[in-house]
């Protein structure tokens, strides 16, 4: 009976070995397979932190456009009052410039006519004097 027993036992002791052996295996494939896992995720983390880097350099790229943005629009506004003072400048001095013209011409047609009244008074004032040197003589 003990030889049975013994048998059974060691039957029994050789089905765990093979179970056991079975496990270790596993566990070997397992432990394989967390090692490969926790080269990927690594790998994944460090892609990961370059990607952060990336996004943080174009995220103060996109900042240092808007200040550049917010500076020409600046920078266009005033550009744009100087424009509107030119203009406006300008305007004045066109207005002002044809009031000058303006008066200059009156002024000229004023000349004129004292020119062609100073003309008749030295016509009128010859032959004023031709009458009294002829009244003279007589």
Do not use: C, P
């Amino acid at each position: 009976e003990m030889e049975k027993k013994k048998i059974v036992l060691e039957h029994e002791v050789k089905k765990l070995n093979d179970s056991l052996k079975k496990v270790e295996n596993k566990i070997s494939a397992v432990v394989e397979e967390k090692e490969d896992v926790i080269k990927e995720v690594e790998g994944k983390r460090a892609l990961l932190e370059i990607k952060e880097r990336e996004h943080n350099q174009l995220v103060k790229l996109l900042e240092l456009g808007r200040e550049n943005e917010a500076t020409l629009l600046t920078e266009r506004g005033i550009l744009d009052l100087n424009l509107r003072n030119s203009l406006i400048d300008k305007q004045n001095y066109h207005d002002e410039l044809s009031r000058k013209q303006r008066e200059k011409e009156r002024d000229f047609r004023n000349l004129k006519k004292m020119e062609l009244l100073l003309k008749v008074s030295w016509d009128a004032l010859t032959q004023t004097q031709a009458l009294h040197q002829r009244l003279l003589l007589e």
